[in-house]
């Protein structure tokens, strides 16, 4: 009884930090976000993990409400790297390669105003069954220095980043957040299902 208390807590504290956190993000400033969006995609791409990836997952921004990533897709493709990005059916979120930013642009909008490949499309290559990813680029709603993460409450990508250490113990992915300012926070309420990440980058960290 004393755990399921435990664990309705943890829940209870979850729902009410996402809604300060999203108050948060969507008082901020358009230019503030473009410009933690700037310098954030500078210290991505000359990181060291970035720099040697191969295969990258990258997820496909919401628009004014997280750090903008598509300009990194667009250098990810242009320096030769394969990239792979989410897909989302029911429960389930896989990621599926994109092969330039022509290819990008074509892809379906969902309701959330964000890409995505087709429910219908077969053809396209998924990352954990062509050999893993060297680096995942993590999206969340708050997320603390030391890696824990708060995301939207659905699971995602904490199941596909339990599955791709699981089937890649020796090579497990190298995991990313990227963040605004405001979205850091001191502590998170986690449980064992929450993945901690490798790294957490904001426009203010070192």
Known sequence: AEYMGNVNMA???KVALRKEIKKKISSLDI?????Q??????????????KKCHRISIY?????SEVDTIPLLADALDSGKQCFVPRYVGDAMDMLRVHSMEDYLALPTTRWNIKQPADDDPSREE????????LILVPGLAF???GKRLGRGRGFY???ILQSRQ???????????LAFNEQLVVDLPTHDADMQLDQVLTAGSQ
């Open 11 to 13: 829940a209870n504290l």
């Open 31 to 35: 230019k503030d976000k473009v410009r």
């Open 37 to 50: 969006s700037g310098v954030i995609y500078k210290k991505v791409i000359s990181h060291d993990v970035y």
């Open 60 to 64: 496909l921004s919401m628009p004014n």
């Open 127 to 134: 990352a954990l069954v062509t050999g893993g990813l060297d």
């Open 144 to 146: 603390t220095a030391g």
């Open 158 to 160: 904490d199941r596909y």
């Open 167 to 177: 089937l890649f113990p020796d090579n497990p992915p190298y995991t990313l957040a």
